[in-house]
């Protein structure tokens, strides 16, 4: 194994990792990144959002080189039922900007360009090896890493813990519980191939204009979950997320949903005559503010999704784990500017940047937010969903029978829902978990 002492060694190639490693060697430090995969990438398998402005700060022309799919004119947000969608959309020639806002990805070939970028700065990176354990000193202090690669112990000034939702190191090194099915999705997903043009026509774009869809609804079978389509260069990603604990709890299948979704009559026209060449699942952090681990401690540091930095309500994890990345970059450097150690007190100073940055101020914000929705699921993603289909359906129907009756049953069926599931309750406490 490597025989050499590093300042910095990067647990993981994603996001958070590669945000981390670029931006440390970026400044001279000596930094090794350790990936399990065979290549950046190559366990990501994840269609993604990109938001241009936190990648920006780290890679400032990355719009060059790197892998995009298509930057988003349009946002469609649907609720749905069995059979229909009740929705809103907001498109706009402004996202039509010299530097678009936000962009589609494949992560697979997304990680390996960021990836490069890292090598290119001047980082090692070792693919295809997996971090076993942390190396601490007599007084706890984490000063490496071992391996399961032959040799002995990697030394370092500060680990940075970059694995991943499930973060099983951390887990293990006692820095952070084992993570709670209540505060984790699992999302299943598929990619459908189809020609580019097939895309821009069904979706109306043109160029490298793209289109996301996000729905609620009974598609989700009662429980707290999110559907997704992303439209790609000659591809869409559609998929479908749930809490771990409510797939155990009502013994759902992933893939039965997704299945379902494919076959909605919203969703069956868009993805016709196209080719299924991945199915893959990812766990996503869905615990928000309060399932924030410990950050820091002495000689080490987590980001990204192992801090569980995704803000489930805005459907944002990307820009918090590049940014969470960045700033864990920023503060060691500092730190060793000063010629200080990497002890706990020092490191602190990464948490109060980070607590400074919109990534803590929008999740402190809507730290409710998440438990309010998983503990009234049924009434958000079914009650809901089949009362406004059902006002919809008798505003638009015509069959002779009068508007005012029509008027007196929706307003009926919303008084019963009403009493039977505190709609109103709900109402209000969403309003005020918003504010």
Partial sequence: MINEEFDAIVIGAGMSGNAAAYTM???????????RGEYPGSKNVQGAIMYANMLEKIVPDFRDDAPLERHLVE???WVMDETSHTGIHYRSEDFNEVKPNRYTIIRAQFDKWFSRKVREAGATVLCETTVTELVRDGNGKVIGVRTDRAGGAIYADVVVLAEGVCGLLGTRGGLRKMLKPE???LAVKEMHFLPEEIVEQRFGVKGSEGCVIEAVGTI?????GLG?????KESISLGIGCLVSDF???????????DALKHHPSIRPLIAGSEVKEYAAHLIPEGGYKAIPQLFGDGWVVVGDAAQLNNAIHREGSNLAMTSGRIAAEAIIQVKRRNDPMTKRNLALYKTMLDESFVVKDLRKYKDMPS??????????TTYPKLMSQAAQNFMRVDGTPKIDKEKATTAAFIKARSRLG?????????????
């Fill in 25 to 35: 060697a970026s400044d001279g430090l000596k930094v090794l990144q350790l990936e």
């Fill in 75 to 77: 946002q469609r947000l």
């Fill in 183 to 185: 505060a984790v999705a």
């Fill in 220 to 224: 989700s079978h009662g429980m707290a």
């Fill in 228 to 232: 997704f389509l992303y439209t790609n």
């Fill in 248 to 258: 155990t709890a009502k013994m759902e299948s992933p893939y039965t949903l997704l």
């Fill in 372 to 381: 309010l929705l998983h503990n009234n699921a049924g009434n958000f993603f």
């Fill in 423 to 435: 709609l109103v309750s709900d109402a209000i406490r969403l309003a005020l978990a918003w504010r």
